[in-house]
């Protein structure tokens, strides 16, 4: 019964969050703020993450090709395949429902301890719209960050690859090259659409509706943690049933 409650708060807060628009030139100033927050606070952890790990899936794919038979441009192809169908637009994204998705909920839970929240209300503010769409609009540059990660992982790759002394520039871009689909990038930037919305709605969710004080500003934290991550995982599946079967 608890589940089927959190839904329909979940619902009718994105009801109220596209009713009673705040003043235009006030939500543009707050959209920019979200993005300098949000999306450009973020690149740093995003570009170092990706680049090491696409060295590693470099390695790791590397000495596992023991069979002589096998071309060595299989690193730049397995490199390119794992980031950008998986590593940039998936696991990037949880990494971002812990640093993003726990700002958004303790920022706006701390607003509802100290009842600014409530303040909003009283003078006729659709809190919600003014708390949670200018995150929505900011994380909709979502997917330049997965763009951007997705270049610093291949390149990660690269190195890791040839001054490794793994393969050659020239066998590792012969990989990269080989078969490539673009639908997979379709296919890519459209999770990551679906997670940019998920990591927007759901911290906002878990922080609005939190009750209690400081302390359970901290819970509300940890348990949107949880819900963003297994609702990445699950629109993940279901996006790749749909665009990939």
């Known amino acids: 019964m608890k589940y089927i409650r959190d839904i329909g708060s979940y619902f009718l807060m994105l009801k109220r969050v596209f009713s009673s628009f705040t ?33 590693v899936i470099a390695i790791q794919t590397a000495l596992n090709l023991e069979n002589p038979l096998i071309p060595k441009s299989l690193i730049g192809f397995a490199t390119r395949q794992s980031i950008i169908l998986e590593f940039a637009p998936t696991f990037i994204s949880i990494i971002m429902a812990g640093k993003v998705g726990s700002f958004i909920t303790s920022s706006i839970g701390s607003m509802r301890v100290t009842e600014q929240i409530d303040a909003l209300e ?44 793994f393969t050659s520039a020239t066998e590792f871009v012969a990989g990269l090259q080989d078969s490539f689909n673009p639908f997979h990038l379709t296919y890519a930037f459209t999770k990551t659409f679906v997670f940019a919305f998920i990591l927007a709605t759901v911290p906002s969710w878990q922080g609005y509706f939190m009750k209690g004080g400081a302390l359970e500003v901290g819970k509300a934290s940890t348990n949107s943690f949880v819900w963003t991550s297994v609702l990445i995982i699950l629109s993940n599946y279901i996006v790749t049933q749909l665009l990939l079967s």
């Not at 959209?31 to 952890?45: C, P, Q, T, V, W």
């Not at 719209?129 to 270049?151: C, D, E, G, R, T």
């Open 23 to 55: 003043k235009g030139s006030v939500i543009k100033e707050l959209i920019f703020k979200e993005i300098d927050d949000l999306i450009i606070g973020s690149m740093g952890i995003v570009a170092f993450i990706s680049f090491f790990v696409g060295g």
């Open 122 to 165: 009283v003078m006729g503010i659709n809190s919600l719209n003014y708390l949670v769409f200018p995150k929505l609009a900011a994380l909709m540059l979502y997917p330049f960050v997965i763009a951007i990660a997705m270049f610093l992982g291949i390149m990660g790759g690269f190195i890791a690859g040839v001054y490794g002394g």
